[in-house]
């Protein structure tokens, strides 16, 4: 096996001042900084809710008729009772409300969805055909024996955190099961997770579902491989990796991504069949008027002011017709938490969603501190980065974890070598170069992260029992999850940490 290039010693501190930029002020709300209109391809989107039990068609015959300039209407969804559309106009909603049968009119906001996770690509190419000896060189204690004929296994210590090898052992790993994975590109033939993809469709304007992106890190892939790569005795394994894969590109490489793409994705991954649908993105809706200026900050004609008692919470409105489409359906939706260490039990100015959807299991992340240098550290010291609140998170999921400033003695944990915070947060696939087309293996850290354990948790019970809804999986997690944080429900594990193992024995 290659050994993995050292990182450069000017990167922990470049992370300390990145996460020193993302701390929040406390005075002031700044909306329009990247996290609210990412780049505009297209004129400004609206979602029209329809009052239950209106006809869509009758409604959007008279949308057609309104004198709106460039009016578009791109979608009906008359399960939703919604309807997409496209127009510069804005005085475009005032005119749509006052029609028969519209309950309100939402803008569909584009935002930033890619969650900040840290990531970092390893030298270990999948082509490189490696084997990881466990030895023992420099400052590292012996690592944890693989856990599969996966020889990168002994690297995946969430496999541990959420007892994935007593679940297998008892004969559940996902088979049968379809989960859906709501994201950015991917990398649709990357050997660990290509024969477990079912399908894939883009939701993204002018982009495939192939990830094209510029750093050459597909979180989407990443993601996908925590919940299901390959038992393919090559390279790492997924927690279920027997599940087949609904691969749904609903962000842009870039990370953003209009809502009702959101929306589209959730409703197409219900109807093709997936019993969990997870969602590593999200995005900090305020909870305050503000204006968008329609991605044209020179020319204020298409400015458009988002009222938060109107606009945003229709918005919301929308988004949680989707959530409960899914839920009253079977499907279980899981979303990651956010990564800006918000307590959502005090925070007041705006709040993370999907997450905060109705039917959304909202997971916070953990992990390992100091797992380089000693891999018997505990696996459950609540992450840095991570939001909390009791009123916010259901369950606690290891998504990666460091300290600041970060621990940067240098450790080899099998033949791999690198600083010891690296090797605390999430390794799996997702890197690519696209001129070679070469796959490599690394690092991750975030509520992404965190949120696919859950889901391949999630997705086993489903394997189980052909008669899983989202009820009883809450209900039997909620038996079966560890109470590492405060006794009872808290900020950083919610009802517990996800226990796979215990789980399918209820």
Same mark, same amino acid.
């Given at each position: 096996?290659?050994?993995?290039?050292?990182?450069?010693?000017?990167?922990?501190?470049?992370?300390?001042?990145?996460?020193?930029?993302?701390?929040?002020?406390?005075?002031?709300?700044?909306?329009?900084?990247?996290?609210?209109?990412?780049?505009?391809?297209?004129?400004?989107?609206?979602?029209?809710?329809?009052?239950?039990?209106?006809?869509?068609?009758?409604?959007?015959?008279? *949308?057609?008729?309104?004198?709106?300039?460039?009016?578009?209407?791109?979608?009906?969804?008359? /399960?939703?009772?919604?309807?997409?559309?496209?127009?510069?106009? @804005?005085?475009?909603?005032?005119?749509?409300?006052?029609?028969?049968?519209?309950?309100?009119?939402?803008?569909?906001?584009?935002?930033? +969805?890619?969650?900040?996770?840290?990531?970092?690509?390893?030298?270990?190419?999948?082509?490189?055909?490696?084997?990881?000896?466990?030895?023992?060189?420099?400052?590292?204690?012996?690592?944890?024996?693989?856990?599969?004929?996966?020889?990168?296994?002994? *690297?995946? +210590?969430?496999?541990?955190?959420?007892?994935?090898?007593?679940?297998?052992?008892?004969?559940?790993?996902?088979?049968?099961?379809?989960?859906?994975?709501?994201?950015?590109?991917?990398?649709?033939?990357?050997? /660990?997770?290509?024969?477990?993809?079912? *399908?894939?469709?883009?939701?993204? =304007?002018? /982009?495939?579902?192939?990830?094209?992106?510029?750093?050459?890190?597909?979180?989407?892939?990443?993601?996908?491989?925590?919940?299901?790569?390959?038992?393919?005795?090559?390279?790492?394994?997924?927690?279920?990796?027997?599940?087949?894969?609904?691969?749904?590109?609903?962000?842009?490489?870039?990370?953003?991504?209009?809502?009702?793409?959101?929306?589209?994705?959730?409703?197409?991954?219900?109807?093709?069949?997936?019993?969990?649908?997870?969602?590593?993105?999200?995005? /900090?809706?305020?909870?305050?008027?503000?204006?968008?200026?329609?991605?044209?900050?020179?020319?204020?004609?298409?400015?458009?002011?988002?009222?938060? =008692?109107?606009?945003?919470?229709?918005?919301?409105?929308?988004?949680?017709?989707?959530?409960?489409?899914?839920?009253?359906?079977?499907?279980?939706?899981?979303?990651?938490?956010?990564?800006? &260490?918000?307590?959502? =039990?005090?925070?007041?100015?705006?709040?993370?969603?999907?997450?905060?959807?109705?039917?959304?299991?909202?997971?916070?992340?953990?992990?390992?501190?100091?797992?380089?240098?000693?891999?018997?550290?505990?696996?459950?010291?609540?992450?840095?980065?991570?939001?909390?609140?009791?009123?916010?998170?259901?369950?606690?999921? @290891?998504?990666?974890?460091?300290?600041?400033?970060?621990?940067?003695?240098?450790?080899?944990?099998?033949?791999?070598?690198?600083?010891?915070?690296?090797?605390?947060?999430?390794?799996?696939?997702?890197? +690519?170069?696209?001129?070679?087309?070469?796959?490599?293996?690394?690092?991750?850290?975030?509520?992404?992260?965190?949120?696919?354990? &859950?889901?391949?948790?999630?997705?086993? *019970?489903?394997?189980?029992?052909?008669?899983?809804?989202?009820?009883?999986? =809450?209900?039997?997690?909620?038996?079966?999850?560890?109470?590492?944080?405060?006794?009872?429900?808290?900020?950083?594990?919610?009802?517990?940490?996800?226990?796979?193992?215990?789980?399918?024995?209820?």
């Amino acid at each position: 096996m290659k050994r993995i290039q050292l990182l450069p010693l000017a990167l922990p501190l470049m992370m300390l001042i990145m996460l020193a930029s993302c701390q929040k002020d406390e005075k002031t709300l700044n909306v329009r900084n990247g996290v609210i209109n990412g780049p505009q391809k297209k004129d400004r989107g609206f979602i029209i809710i329809a009052e239950e039990g209106a006809k869509l068609k009758g409604i959007s015959e008279s *949308l057609a008729n309104l004198e709106a300039k460039k009016l578009k209407i791109t979608e009906v969804i008359e /399960e939703l009772g919604l309807i997409h559309v496209q127009t510069p106009d @804005p005085s475009f909603p005032e005119k749509a409300r006052k029609l028969p049968g519209v309950e309100s009119v939402a803008v569909d906001v584009v935002m930033n +969805w890619r969650l900040p996770s840290q990531h970092f690509r390893s030298d270990i190419s999948y082509n490189s055909n490696a084997a990881a000896a466990p030895n023992v060189i420099a400052k590292s204690s012996a690592p944890a024996a693989t856990v599969t004929a996966d020889p990168l296994s002994y *690297l995946q +210590w969430g496999l541990n955190s959420v007892k994935a090898q007593q679940a297998w052992a008892k004969g559940y790993s996902g088979k049968g099961v379809k989960v859906a994975v709501l994201d950015g590109g991917f990398l649709l033939s990357n050997p /660990e997770i290509a024969p477990n993809i079912l *399908l894939s469709h883009s939701f993204i =304007d002018g /982009e495939e579902a192939q990830y094209h992106g510029l750093e050459g890190f597909s979180h989407g892939s990443h993601v996908a491989g925590t919940i299901a790569a390959a038992s393919n005795a090559r390279g790492v394994v997924g927690v279920a990796p027997d599940v087949k894969l609904l691969l749904i590109k609903v962000i842009s490489d870039a990370g953003s991504g209009p809502w009702s793409s959101l929306i589209d994705g959730i409703f197409y991954a219900v109807n093709h069949g997936a019993k969990v649908i997870n969602m590593s993105l999200g995005g /900090e809706l305020p909870r305050k008027t503000y204006t968008d200026d329609n991605g044209t900050p020179d020319d204020p004609s298409d400015d458009y002011v988002v009222e938060y =008692d109107r606009d945003v919470k229709d918005l919301v409105k929308a988004l949680n017709r989707a959530t409960l489409f899914a839920t009253l359906r079977g499907t279980t939706l899981i979303a990651a938490a956010g990564n800006d &260490a918000y307590n959502y =039990d005090v925070e007041k100015r705006f709040i993370t969603y999907p997450a905060a959807c109705l039917g959304v299991l909202s997971i916070a992340s953990n992990g390992p501190v100091g797992w380089g240098i000693n891999q018997d550290t505990t696996l459950y010291v609540p992450s840095i980065f991570t939001n909390y609140g009791k009123s916010f998170i259901s369950y606690g999921a @290891p998504g990666g974890n460091y300290t600041l400033p970060p621990n940067t003695t240098i450790v080899t944990v099998g033949t791999v070598t690198n600083y010891d915070y690296v090797f605390g947060m999430v390794f799996n696939i997702g890197f +690519w170069d696209e001129p070679s087309n070469t796959y490599y293996y690394g690092w991750a850290a975030g509520t992404s992260m965190a949120a696919p354990h &859950a889901s391949a948790v999630a997705a086993l *019970l489903y394997g189980k029992y052909s008669w899983m809804n989202p009820v009883l999986l =809450d209900i039997i997690f909620k038996a079966s999850s560890n109470d590492y944080g405060a006794p009872g429900k808290d900020a950083y594990f919610g009802f517990g940490q996800l226990n796979a193992g215990k789980a399918v024995s209820l």
